[in-house]
């Protein structure tokens, strides 16, 4: 993630952030990490199912 900007709102100071090329490479493997596991949990589950 990398700063985008900055701005004072209400007197408080808020920060955006971009997600950089990087994150979206690290997000888009934890991603598909998260759905294999659930196809995964889910096969399992319908073979213990009556």
Not at 2 to 7: A, I, M, P, S, V
Not at 16 to 28: H, P, S
Request: aromatic content about 4%.
């Amino acid at each position: 993630m990398g700063l985008d900007r900055e701005e004072v709102a209400q007197g408080r100071l808020r920060r955006y952030f971009r997600l950089t090329e990087a994150g979206t490479r690290v997000l888009t493997a934890e991603a598909e990490r998260l759905a294999t596991n659930a196809r995964l949990a889910t096969g399992r589950l319908s073979a213990v199912r009556p």
